[in-house]
Structures are given as structure tokens and as C-alpha cells.
């Protein structure tokens, strides 16, 4: 045994920012496809429960029960995603021309990353990534104010509940893990090169994967083919092409191989994750 020292170099940890939100629309129990979140604010966790009820016999305290814990949270942001629309109860009407309200809302799964910093390298040290399933948005006030002469972005919240999702997998004790919403990976964990290609595979479902861009020789095909996507490109990134003609001077590419995004259910990542 040796004895307890504090404040150890480089043992001097924070946490701090939020990054690489991910909206999965829920599309029969699954999570298909991911779409980036821009312009989120914060994430401001609630969990509820955990409740004591004490049982009194015997003139003691005989024992306390504990409530089962739900999670809930709300997220601020300046913006959201255009697939949010479903899960804030909107639907899209004559040809995507009038958006109703009041609708159904579509469940949904949220992942996004906030940064794990100490005093030697600071955020540099890691992350740690936020997994949260079934996720029901309730309805949410918006303040609508003139433009005066100190302009501010309006910032939207939403309040979110879950329900849990079931698992199989046993916990490193053996024991049954109880249904879940959140989940917490932290890449500081993942400290071998072994570990970390699990953690990159896992955000690489995720996240998705580029495929390869090829450039299209528009001498053999003189018009865009029906069903075929084609790409431009501004800079470094390609945008997709939507003409029913090819345009002079332009330089055209389709797209092969890479995955799109989706999420994972809770299982299939600790299979992923315990695999030799």
C-alpha cells in the first residue's frame, strides 16, 4: 500500500465543452441514420429518482427502498437539424411548402461529446462520448423579440424524456444490467492501440466514413444518369449536384464506398467493444 497524494501533475482533471452532436430519428426501434447537430449550446443532464422510502418495523429503521432512476435532459441550441422537425411534433404539408405543429413526435436517439482536460495538456487529454436512447422532445416556449440595437441569436430549448432501452449483456460483475438510456464512453479508457481501434470503429458507425470521390469523364457520359448521384466541389468538400444537365467548365465525381451514419443499440457496442 503506499499513501494517498493529491494533486498529482498531469492528475489535475476537468471537464468542459460540447461537440459532435448527432441526431439518430428512431425508425422502428433501430436508429438508421445520423445527421449532425450544429449550434448546440449545452446539454443540461436531469436524472430523477433514486429515491429513498424508508420501511420502518420493529421500532427501527428497518431498511430503505430505493426508486429505479430516469433520465431526462435538455438541450439549448441556435439551430437544429432539418430531421428534428418529426421530433418536435412537425410535419410537412404541400409539397414541403407549410409545416404543421402539434403533430406526433418522433422518437429519437442523441449522441454528442464533451472534453476531458487536465493541467498538462488540457483538452487535448480526451473525451468523453454520450450515447442517449429512446429521447421524446415535450413541447417548448420560444420567445420571438424585434431586432433592437443589441441583436442577439435566439437560443431554443428543448425538454427531453426517455424510456430505456432493454440489454442482455451482463456487467463485468456477471450481474444483469438494468435498461438503459445513457451511456457514457470515455476515451481515456481505451489506453492501448487495440483499445483505441474499437473506439474508432465505433465512432466510425457512428459518424460515418467518406467514400472515394471519382471524376466523372463527361465525353462518355454525356448527361447526368437518373439514379445516379453526382457530386461538385467547393474547396474541400463536395456538394451534391441536382441538375438534369452537365454545366461548362464544371468538374463533376461520384461516390463510392463509405458508410453512413446510424446508432448502435446498446448490445451490439458492448459485443463490438468486448470482442478479442
Known sequence: MAKLIWDQEGKRLYETGLDHGVLYPQVSGQYPLGVAWNGLTTV?????????????ADNIKYLNLISNE?????????????EFEACDGSKLVAGGLAHVKGQTRQKFAFSYRTLIGNDDVGTDYGYELHIIYGCNAAPSSKSRTTVNDSPEAAEMSWEISTTPVNVTTLSDDGK?????????????????????????????????TDGTYTEVDTTEVPAPVSGTTYYTKEGDNYIVFSGDAWETGV????????????????????TMLSAS
Open 251 to 270: 468538374t463533376y465525381y461520384t461516390m463510392s464506398g463509405g458508410v453512413s451514419p446510424r446508432l448502435p443499440l446498446p448490445d451490439y457496442i458492448f
Open 176 to 208: 444483469p444490467i438494468k435498461p438503459i438510456a445513457h451511456l457514457v464512453l470515455r476515451s481515456v479508457d481505451f489506453d492501448t492501440e487495440a483499445k483505441k481501434a474499437k473506439l474508432t470503429a465505433l465512432e466510425n458507425i457512428m459518424y460515418g
Open 44 to 56: 443540461d443532464e436531469s436524472p430523477s429518482g433514486a429515491e429513498s422510502n424508508a420501511i420502518w
Open 70 to 82: 430516469e433520465f431526462a435532459c435538455t438541450i439549448n441550441a441556435y439551430t437544429y437539424p432539418d
